[in-house]
């Protein structure tokens, strides 16, 4: 078990373009969330994943966010025409849903900067 | 909907001292609480939790939390602090969302400045 795994670490690019972001949860975890964090804030909800279905999108998430989770497995996080208000380091987390597992964890981050 | 407040930006506290770092919470139900700790360009990392029992939750690292209901609060302690402490702490809370399944609410984060 090697974590929540998230690729890249660090993405730079020019405001328009489009970014795509991948990760990968703990193994056995059927839910994934991505998360947002803008510097001296908490971590913010964008969407939720139980295996392959999506089941709630936050109002922060644009017409400019996609995420899809094609197999329950890995999750992609796609910026199409980025903005400089979407640099900001995205999370994603995972979790295993029973009794005692309640608690996601997350992974590095990756940290998006739209010059 | 559920949420989490966290008085406090920054907690300065001298090594070997006690820390508080302070959350109080508002829900509508049983309360899934949580502490989340995160240190410079990382994500973040589980302390504990609270689902029910014993009010002290004992986590990693040393740290604990105390539920106590009556004052909706779960503030995070630890005997005696360490310079490598020093970190942002998230408290969390779990929101049980229209489609029946959950999301995490997190509070604002407190820096925690331990001193040597």
């Known amino acids: 078990d090697t974590g929540v795994s998230q690729d890249p670490r660090h993405k730079i690019t020019k405001r328009g373009q489009n970014v795509t972001f991948r990760c990968d949860p703990i193994?056995?975890?059927?839910?994934l969330y991505w998360y947002r964090q803008t510097l001296g804030q908490g971590p913010e909800f964008l969407t939720y994943?139980?295996?392959?279905?999506?089941?709630?999108k936050s109002r922060l998430l644009s017409d400019r966010f996609s995420a899809e989770r094609p197999k329950g497995s890995f999750s992609t996080l796609e910026i199409q025409r980025t903005e400089q208000g979407d640099s900001a380091m995205y999370l994603c987390?995972?979790?295993?849903?029973?009794?005692?597992?309640?608690?996601?964890?997350f992974g590095q981050g990756t940290r998006l900067t739209v010059v | 909907a559920q949420s989490v407040a966290q008085p406090e930006d920054q907690v300065n506290v001298a090594e070997g001292n006690p820390l508080t770092v302070k959350c109080t919470y508002s829900?509508?139900?049983?309360?899934?609480l949580f502490w989340y700790v995160q240190y410079p360009n990382r994500g973040l990392q589980f302390l504990l939790k609270?689902?029910?029992?014993?009010?002290l939750v004992k986590g990693s690292y040393g740290f604990e939390a105390e539920f106590n209901k009556s004052q909706t609060s779960f503030h995070l302690k630890k005997p005696s602090a360490l310079v490598s402490d020093s970190a942002l702490y998230f408290c969390?809370?779990?929101?049980?969302?229209?489609?029946?399944?959950?999301?995490?609410?997190f509070g604002t984060g407190t820096r925690l400045k331990v001193l040597a």
């Open positions: 609270y689902i029910t029992g014993d009010n």
């Open positions: 969390a809370v779990r929101d049980i969302v229209a489609s029946g399944t959950y999301k995490y609410i």
């Open positions: 193994s056995e975890h059927n839910r």
């Open positions: 829900v509508s139900g049983n309360p899934y």
């Open positions: 994943f139980q295996n392959e279905a999506q089941l709630e």
């Open positions: 987390a995972s979790s295993l849903e029973g009794r005692d597992n309640t608690e996601a964890f």
